[in-house]
């Protein structure tokens, strides 16, 4: 039986991307299983694999994981990118946290009514460049080191780089006023582990389409 950890979710971002990511940037390699049907979802709850009957599911070290927040902290901890001590960790924990708002909007962009898509764009662009972006600016240039926290990479970090690249999927210039997280993205993009990430034909799933957000629709 393989030791790879088993990511089990749709063939697309979603709730399970920052989960690659993470793993990517550990250098953990991992194996995944897409679902495409509700047989194959509903199957998942009646053997028990889902305890509150929600995705994304990852099976690791001979437990069956699910809520992104818990399986992200499990995998930060193994493998030494959740900060030194207490505090660190409490500070990545609101970079995190922070981080993931900006995320969530961009996961379930793909699923607004196309009435709301032009002002759901505008709030994305608005808030990643007035809440959270100056923030982690701010961060990087006060603390004049690599990585967000201590002097070393941690799960802060690799959810920073993710939330960079898929704001500038939609908005490419985002970041003409933000030199400190330039220098980030370049760095952090050369890191060998995510660089080897962000190549064609990694784990890494493409921006999502009106297949997969079909495909999600008609699972759950």
Same mark, same amino acid.
């Given at each position: 039986?393989s030791? /790879?950890?088993?990511?089990i979710y749709f063939?697309?971002?979603g709730?399970?991307?920052p989960i690659?990511? #993470?793993?990517?940037?550990a250098?953990?390699? &991992?194996?995944e299983?897409?679902?495409?049907?509700?047989e194959?979802?509903?199957? #998942?709850? /009646?053997?028990?694999?889902?305890?509150?009957?929600?995705?994304p #599911?990852?099976?690791?070290?001979?437990m069956?994981?699910?809520q992104t927040?818990?399986?992200l902290s499990y995998?930060a901890?193994?493998? @030494?990118?959740?900060g030194?001590?207490?505090?660190e960790?409490a500070?990545?924990?609101?970079y995190?946290?922070?981080i993931t708002?900006l995320?969530?909007?961009i996961?379930m962009f793909?699923?607004?009514?196309?009435?709301?898509?032009?002002?759901?764009?505008?709030?994305?662009?608005?808030r990643?460049?007035?809440?959270?972006f100056?923030?982690?600016e701010?961060?990087l240039?006060?603390?004049?080191?690599? &990585?967000?926290?201590?002097?070393?990479?941690?799960?802060a970090d690799?959810?920073?780089?993710?939330?960079? #690249?898929a704001?500038?999927?939609? &908005?490419?210039?985002?970041?003409?006023?933000f030199?400190?997280?330039?220098a980030?993205?370049?760095?952090?993009? @050369?890191m060998p582990?995510?660089?080897?990430?962000?190549?064609?034909?990694?784990p890494?799933k493409?921006?999502?389409d009106?297949?997969?957000?079909?495909?999600?629709?008609k699972v759950l």
């Amino acid at each position: 039986m393989s030791g /790879k950890p088993k990511l089990i979710y749709f063939n697309g971002r979603g709730r399970m991307e920052p989960i690659r990511w #993470l793993l990517a940037a550990a250098g953990v390699e &991992f194996e995944e299983i897409f679902l495409d049907t509700r047989e194959e979802y509903l199957k #998942l709850i /009646k053997d028990g694999s889902l305890m509150f009957h929600q995705l994304p #599911l990852v099976e690791i070290d001979g437990m069956k994981m699910v809520q992104t927040r818990a399986i992200l902290s499990y995998i930060a901890g193994k493998y @030494n990118l959740y900060g030194k001590d207490l505090k660190e960790r409490a500070l990545i924990d609101m970079y995190v946290e922070a981080i993931t708002d900006l995320t969530n909007m961009i996961m379930m962009f793909p699923f607004s009514p196309p009435a709301a898509k032009e002002k759901n764009l505008a709030l994305i662009m608005e808030r990643a460049t007035h809440r959270y972006f100056p923030v982690f600016e701010k961060a990087l240039k006060q603390h004049g080191q690599d &990585f967000l926290v201590g002097n070393k990479l941690s799960w802060a970090d690799v959810q920073l780089i993710e939330a960079i #690249l898929a704001v500038e999927e939609k &908005f490419p210039a985002v970041l003409s006023g933000f030199p400190q997280l330039q220098a980030f993205k370049t760095r952090m993009s @050369n890191m060998p582990a995510i660089k080897k990430f962000l190549q064609p034909g990694s784990p890494r799933k493409s921006p999502p389409d009106d297949r997969y957000v079909a495909t999600v629709l008609k699972v759950l």
